[in-house]
């Protein structure tokens, strides 16, 4: 299985980018909201976390091999996540993140129909369905939101996923959501980089 890639990023069009790498040019199809963070990016190098798909209907033998790519670990988990819902998929999925994904997660916490159902391709009978199976599932990724704290602009792209899976560490060391939040807001006002859940633990139970 394909897990990442590696390369310069020589076009970026609605639905998906072109990498160059090696002597290969790779399609790599991309939701929205990642399209808009990598349009200024079109030219560098970069990296792409994967997921590795057969789009087709395989009774009729028509199967295509396909990549979805992201920034970060933190959004190809929760895309897979949301993938996870009754009536989703890969390709709904793909339509539909038009925002970031901690608004997404926030939105499903906070049982927020109205806000999902204006997601593409997505409607209220299927909200109404992501709430039900994901809304005990995404607290570490609503963490992140600015909504749920005014704080969302302290973290960078590299820490994202370190900061969203301390605060799952902490919910499992026996603080309450508010606590980890609490914790966490605090120490992202220094904006020091983190490398590891572990430095950032070390981090908050030091202070």
Known sequence: ???????????????????????????????????????????????????????????????????????????????????????VGSKKALRAMVHPVEEVAFAIKEQDTKFLATLPGVGPATAERIIAKLRRKVSKFAILSPASGDFGENFSSENVGIFA??????????????????????????????????EVLNAIYAS
Do not use: W
Request: proline content about 3%; charged content about 30%; some cysteine.
């Open 1 to 87: 299985m394909i897990s990442g890639i590696t390369g310069k990023l020589k076009f970026v069009f609605e639905e998906y980018v072109i990498l160059s790498a090696g002597f290969m040019e790779i399609e790599v199809l991309i939701p929205e909201y990642t399209r808009r963070k990598l349009q200024p990016l079109k030219g560098e190098d970069i990296s792409l976390f994967t997921i590795f798909y057969l789009d087709g209907n395989p009774a009729q033998g028509r199967l295509t091999p396909k990549l979805i790519g992201f920034q970060s670990e933190f959004e190809r988990e929760f895309f897979e996540l949301f993938c996870s819902v009754d009536g």
């Open 165 to 198: 899976d301390a605060f799952q560490a902490l919910l499992v060391l026996g603080h309450s959501e508010a606590e980890a939040k609490k914790k966490i807001e605090k120490l992202t006002k220094s904006k020091k980089e983190f490398k590891t859940v572990q």
